[in-house]
């Protein structure tokens, strides 16, 4: 579970009952998709170990592109194989948990050209994955609950255009439409760093790694917390997450995270909540 507090919580408290204690996933948020050993959505819902999944990844959109959604090894987009997701889908939000599209990702031909051609991506979503309709519906008949904003390359136009048009998608509705994206750490973020300045994303998971001049390093915690106190203070979001890697293969060996987590065994910090 993360875990968000006013009180002042010993963070290698937090990170040891994360990792191996099971305790109820308040807050913590991942990303299903590009591991085709991970287990069905519906699995990784039924642990009871998160409140939000980001299906990652829709990585080739924009420019005029046509939208193509990659799950790796978990369906064939190309012959409709990820219908059958939906009802995944629906289980996972039965339980409570939130199910996002995440657009971008770290490979894939991705940017906005325009703020009409953010327009038509807003509209592409809206119809596809969110409250609207389409006969083409990549993940099925699920409604999903928003969109991730995983933007990692392209150009840092018009992100702001696209919130902003999801986010009037939303009020059409019956169903909110949540934004949340995954910046990474250094601030501003080099890519959405201007939509994140619109107040419309309700969730911003910082990625606190691969970054060594904002993220845990050798003992010293103070990047990393010198960044976390910019990126909540200056960030008009509902709840901002801290980002770290589930494990050395999802982002660079040179990630230790259990390297971290002693080095905070005497450290207290408030308002975290972990990812």
Not at 90 to 115: E, F, R
Not at 235 to 247: D, E, K, V, Y
Not at 255 to 269: D, E, I, N, P
């Amino acid at each position: 579970m993360a875990i968000k507090s006013a009180m002042s919580l010993a963070f290698i408290s937090c990170m040891i009952l994360m990792l191996v204690a099971g305790i109820d996933a308040g807050g913590i948020a991942i990303y299903w998709g590009q591991n085709g050993n991970e287990g069905t959505l519906a699995e990784t819902c039924a642990t009871s170990n998160y409140d939000y999944v980001n299906i990652a990844f829709l990585p080739t959109f924009g420019n005029g592109q046509t939208p193509m959604i990659n799950l790796a090894g978990h369906c064939d987009p190309y012959t409709n194989g990820c219908t059958n997701l939906s009802s995944d889908i629906k289980s996972c939000q039965a339980k409570g948990i939130k199910v996002m599209l995440s657009i971008g990702g770290g490979a894939g031909g991705y940017y906005l050209a325009s703020s009409k051609d953010a327009r038509q991506v807003a509209t592409y979503l809206w119809n596809n994955f969110l409250g609207g309709k389409s006969s083409s519906r990549p993940l099925g008949d699920a409604v999903l609950d928003g969109i991730d904003f995983d933007i990692e390359g392209g150009t840092n136009q018009h992100w702001d255009d696209l919130a902003k048009y999801l986010s009037n998608y939303g009020k059409r509705g019956n169903k909110k439409v949540y934004l949340t994206a995954a910046p990474q750490c250094p601030f501003p973020d080099a890519w959405v760093g201007n939509a994140l300045k619109t107040g419309l994303f309700d969730y911003v998971w910082v990625q606190f790694y691969n970054n060594p001049q904002c993220q845990y390093t050798s003992g010293d915690i103070s990047n990393l917390e010198n960044a976390w106190k910019q990126w909540t203070t200056d960030i008009p979001a509902t709840q901002i997450f801290l980002g770290l890697p589930a494990s050395p293969e999802a982002a660079g060996a040179e990630t230790k995270l259990l390297q971290a987590v002693a080095s905070f065994r005497s450290q207290s910090l408030s308002n975290w909540t972990l990812i």
